[in-house]
């Protein structure tokens, strides 16, 4: 394991150098490092001297070291090699980013930037649900291997195929697989997880059994939450009562949750495809159905290439990154992140299908999912053992537990294309109001398929194998 301890140096802005001529009339690899003024962050969003350099498909870093003359550990500091991302990470000034800009066989070279957390904010008065499982868990029986538990409203809208109502007299119920998310890996990029919560049932963990993580660029790298983010959000994607994918395994993989750079999460991405690699190996599929990653991220930058391309890469090995629109009421297509094609980008609703106060909104999205106070675990450091969160990140859990569900009812560890279909599949349209009419958002509401009524009863969804 390659631990790297970049310590955030003083942030400097880099000038963006469009695809220049040498001297000589050879062309350099484009530097996409953005310069300009992002509207979400400060001026200076660009970690000063560490740069992500991208080689071009089949190109080798041996080839790469042979045509620049020099050994790149050598010519800079904190070099590391990303495998599965196919380039290397370096310290460094500009004129040695001059030098391998020079090699044909680089694609691109950017500066590292910055990412914050979009941290969930707590439901006004802080609300301490009292929940008491044993009593108030009722188990039913629809078909073999369906369980409903009436705790949570946004939980019900989850699996319904009709608009809920808060006000009716009957607390609605969440339908789901009895074995919802049984031996999928749920990655949650966060601010950490309280693994002992009682939500998770001894299904958490973290990631590779590391009591603290590298990928924590600022602040404590302990895996524990000392922010109350992670727990909350992981509970929502697979806790017992509080979850979508309530067998799901969730796995902490720590990134911070004051601030994190594109070089960390791409960093965090390679290990868990590799990780994910290394079970479809070993396992058969009934023995693990496949991965999802969930994060709620936002860049200063308006280009992140690296971690677009490491997102397009995960896919291709068959693991679907969620991740939440941001909560800045604002078009989520500024998020280069959001508005990738490879991502699913979850926008946020209250309790009456409304957009909430912050939710980004526009095209971006995927999906939308209930995102205002919203209960869920909370972790050890709260002094109960429940709370409420509101925001995007809440949204993106849903749909993460959703996935997760399509994920290990079909195996699809391989197959995001099957994946994305299940959710277009089985999702609501029409539902949601209350977003701005330009640009407009799709009008999709995340769903399990539980009560679809086009499909056989032998389904558990739509599209699913009977
Ligand atoms: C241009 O200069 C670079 C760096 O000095 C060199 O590697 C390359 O071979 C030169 N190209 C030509 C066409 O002379
Ligand atoms: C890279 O190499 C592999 C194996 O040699 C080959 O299958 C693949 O087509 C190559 N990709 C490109 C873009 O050349
Ligand atoms: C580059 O340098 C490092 C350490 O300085 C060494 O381990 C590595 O083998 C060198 N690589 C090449 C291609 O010479
Ligand atoms: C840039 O770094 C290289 C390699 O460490 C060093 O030789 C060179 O002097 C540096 N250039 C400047 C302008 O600092
Ligand atoms: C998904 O990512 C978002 C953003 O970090 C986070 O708020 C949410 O808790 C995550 N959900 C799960 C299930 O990990």
Not at 3 to 12: E, G, K, Q, R
Not at 154 to 176: C, E, G, H, I, V
Not at 348 to 357: E, G, H, L, S
């Amino acid at each position: 394991m390659v631990v790297f301890a970049w310590i955030l140096p003083a942030l400097l802005p880099v000038s963006a150098i469009a695809t220049s001529l040498c001297s000589n009339g050879s062309e350099l690899a484009p530097d996409v490092s953005h310069a300009g003024q992002s509207q979400k962050g400060p001026d200076s969003y660009l970690v000063k001297d560490s740069y992500i350099i991208k080689l071009k498909n089949n190109y080798s870093i041996e080839e790469h070291v042979d045509y620049i003359g020099s050994n790149v550990s050598s010519i800079g500091h904190d070099y590391y090699y990303l495998d599965i991302f196919s380039g290397y990470a370096i310290t460094t000034n500009r004129s040695v980013i001059q030098l391998i800009r020079r090699d044909p066989g680089v694609k691109w070279t950017k500066s590292n930037s910055l990412l914050y957390p979009y941290t969930p904010l707590l439901s006004p008065a802080g609300r301490k649900d009292q929940m008491k499982p044993s009593s108030r868990q009722q188990l039913k029986r629809w078909r073999p291997a369906i369980q409903s538990v009436p705790l949570s409203f946004t939980l019900a809208m989850q699996s319904a195929a009709q608009k809920l109502s808060r006000f009716t007299r009957d607390r609605p119920l969440y339908w789901a697989l009895d074995d919802a998310g049984r031996t999928v890996d749920i990655y949650v990029l966060d601010s950490g997880i309280d693994i002992n919560h009682p939500e998770f049932e001894g299904r958490a963990s973290n990631f590779r059994g590391w009591n603290t993580s590298p990928f924590v660029p600022l602040g404590d790298p302990r895996m524990g939450d000392l922010a109350g983010h992670g727990t909350c959000v992981a509970s929502v994607a697979g806790g017992r009562l509080t979850g979508t994918a309530k067998h799901a395994n969730l796995i902490n993989v720590k990134i911070g949750d004051v601030i994190t750079t594109e070089l960390h999460v791409i960093s965090a991405i390679i290990q868990v495809i590799t990780e994910h690699k290394n079970k479809k190996r070993t396992f058969s599929r009934d023995l693990f159905a496949g991965s999802v990653i969930n994060w709620s991220f936002g860049g200063y930058d308006t280009n992140l290439f690296g971690l677009e391309s490491i997102i397009q890469q995960a896919k291709a090995h068959g693991i679907l990154t969620v991740t939440a629109a941001g909560n800045e009421n604002t078009d989520a297509a500024a998020d280069p992140i959001c508005k990738s094609k490879d991502i699913i980008c979850v926008g946020a609703v209250d309790q009456a299908y409304r957009k909430t106060p912050g939710s980004n909104y526009g095209e971006a999205i995927t999906v939308s999912a209930p995102g205002h106070d919203i209960v869920c675990a909370a972790p050890s450091i709260y002094s109960n053992l429940y709370t409420a969160e509101s925001g995007t990140s809440l949204a993106a859990a849903y749909v993460s537990g959703t996935t997760a569900q399509f994920i290990g009812y079909e195996k699809l560890r391989s197959d995001t294309g099957t994946i994305i279909q299940r959710m277009r599949d089985n999702w609501n349209v029409g539902f949601l109001q209350g977003f701005p009419s330009r640009p407009a958002t799709p009008n999709t509401f995340n769903s399990n398929g539980f009560k679809k009524p086009n499909k056989s009863p032998d389904q558990p969804y739509v599209g699913a194998p009977a």
